[in-house]
């Protein structure tokens, strides 16, 4: 009865369309790689304290809209194209990057030009904070990191392999859906203190360190 029970749970198992344990081994992974700061996470904060929690959570959802795109890609074969090409993911990570760098001074030259100013400061709308997080995102190094490193070894190659992505991608956009908005949020938290034109300037000046550094970490992975 026990090997019965036995066969009868290993069927059930092999039913499922991924592997529980290496699923586990995937959550455990993917906790670790969303919750540790780099350019996503870096964006998420600075777009934040520069725009407001709206535009923070806007940007969130572009940068997982990237994520999806790359989880389509890779059921159609896209990381193996890159890992032949690899010189053409170089050339957009240093696109992403050169954005990034532009975006943050922008921010540098505000917090410079504001200086004086003591005007009532309006914490600007999200319009561009979408496209922007798609863009970070789309060029980020850890997403190519992460399709061609990172999830090959947890797919079962005796399982169908679109249910199996279906299930990696639940877990990475719902990660990363939870850790960039808490980084978003907590950015957005310190943009009440936006009237202040001292704090202004020096919130100016961190915004754009951090996206230059979040561009600095594209380059270095890239």
């Known amino acids: 009865m026990v090997v019965h029970g036995g066969a009868a749970y290993i069927r059930a198992m092999d039913h ?21 700061p780099g350019p996503a996470n870096l964006f998420a904060i600075a777009t934040g304290m ?3 929690k709206g535009a923070a959570l806007a940007g969130v959802a572009g940068m997982n809209c990237a994520t999806l795109i790359w989880f389509i890609g890779s ?20 696109a992403g990057a050169a954005y990034l760098v532009w975006l943050g001074l922008k921010s540098l030259w505000a917090g410079w030009k504001n200086a004086e ?23 980020n190094p850890k997403a190519l990191l992460f399709f061609t490193a990172v999830l090959p070894p947890f797919l079962d190659v005796d399982r169908p392999l679109v249910p199996q992505l279906l299930m ?6 719902g990660m990363d859906l939870i850790s960039m908005s808490a980084y978003g949020v907590g950015g957005a938290a310190l943009s009440d203190r936006m009237n202040e034109p001292g704090f202004r300037r020096g919130f100016a000046i961190l915004v754009g360190v951090l996206l230059i550094t979040a561009a600095g970490l594209i380059v270095s992975r890239g």
Not at 75 to 94: C, E, K, S, W
Not at 117 to 139: E, M, N, T, Y
Not at 168 to 173: G, K, N, V
């Open 16 to 36: 499922l369309p991924v592997d529980p344990a290496r699923y586990g081994a995937f959550l455990v992974a993917m906790f670790v790689m969303a919750i540790t």
């Open 168 to 173: 990696f991608a639940c877990a990475t956009i």
């Open 117 to 139: 100013s003591h005007a009532v400061a309006a914490v600007r709308g999200g319009k561009s904070a979408f496209v922007d997080g798609f863009a970070v995102q789309i060029a």
């Open 75 to 94: 059921a159609l074969g896209l990381g193996a194209l890159i890992i032949a090409f690899p010189q053409a993911f170089h050339l957009l990570a240093l």
């Open 50 to 52: 520069e725009k407001g």
